[in-house]
């Protein structure tokens, strides 16, 4: 989901399932393996968005790390007693889901207690929401359009493409920071290796995760169409969504990790219209 400013934002993807006795894998693992060259660099096209996507992270270790942050979620967030709401979740998660195709995930839905209006997912097919979005949506499709934008967020890869990009990121400033540490432009190491960082940041990262953003949105319509549901339920929700931030300092669109609401609402419609026409 997400709309316009950062703490209203959805978030995540992944596939596949856990192998049982993997051991855990961090994020400093996977840096030793792309340092090491042992991943080859390869991009594939996906079939929800129709792009290609450079993703080098495997699904099983985008799994594991999403294991243990939903374990620390459900330990640090306290479940909503609201047991209607539960329900509501659940079932038109499920929906979704069914017409997502990704029954092989351990799909889960919990309302977390908490004013927020905001839901995420993660690549393990572990979704949350707050009851202050269950307060928020005005009916079924409109929930529907929030959970597609999620499930969305699983079809196109986006954590794997996200955390590559990052792990990438990372590799690409080590070696160069390692480089010029042996030259004579050494004493500028860490300020040549900072710029080449953010440039990444603002040039790559949130340039692409405001992409995501916008196909999650896409992704999500259709699933929620495909699942029975009225698919202009997203466009409502993302129009009071965007009223209730009208008037409130956001960061500009090229520091955000999601666009701004008009061009967001823009897509948004044009999505949806484009289902009445196939």
């Known amino acids: 989901m997400g709309s316009g400013g950062e703490g209203r934002g959805l978030t995540m993807t992944g596939s596949c399932a856990h192998r049982p006795g993997a051991d855990p894998v961090s994020r400093r693992n996977l840096l030793m393996v792309l340092a090491s060259g ?3 660099v390869a991009c594939s096209e996906n ?7 450079f993703a080098v992270v495997p699904d099983e270790a985008l799994v594991q790390m999403a294991d243990q942050a939903w374990s620390d979620v459900k330990g640090q967030s306290a479940r909503s007693p609201d047991a209607a709401q539960q329900a ?3 079932r038109v998660g499920r929906k979704i889901v069914a017409a997502s195709g990704r029954s092989d995930l351990d799909w889960e839905f919990v309302v977390f207690d908490g004013p927020q209006i905001n839901a995420f997912v993660l690549p ?9 979005l269950m307060d928020f949506v005005q009916d079924d499709d ?9 499930v969305g967020h699983i079809l196109a890869r986006h954590s794997a493409e996200r955390v590559s990009q990052e792990l990438a990121v990372q590799v690409g400033v080590g070696v160069v920071t390692a480089v010029l540490s042996n030259g004579e432009y050494g004493q500028y190491a860490g300020e040549i290796a900072g710029a080449l ?32 549901m009225d698919p202009a339920g997203a466009v409502r929700f993302f129009e ?5 931030g009208a008037g409130k300092t956001q960061p500009p669109e090229v520091l955000s990790t999601h666009p701004a609401d008009g061009p967001r609402l823009a897509a948004l419609r044009e999505a949806v ?5 196939v």
């Open 38 to 40: 042992a991943v080859l």
């Open 47 to 53: 079939l929800a968005t129709g792009r290609s996507q």
């Open 88 to 90: 509501r979740l659940e």
């Open 124 to 132: 393990n097919g572990k979704v949350g929401a707050y009851a202050g």
């Open 142 to 150: 409109e929930l529907a359009g929030v959970l597609g934008h999620e």
């Open 197 to 228: 960082g953010m440039g990444a940041l603002y040039g790559v990262i949130l340039p692409y995760s405001r992409q995501h953003e916008l196909e999650a949105d896409s992704v999500g319509v259709g699933l929620a169409q495909q699942a029975g």
């Open 240 to 244: 009071r969504m965007a009223a209730e």
């Open 273 to 277: 219209a484009a289902l009445g026409r």
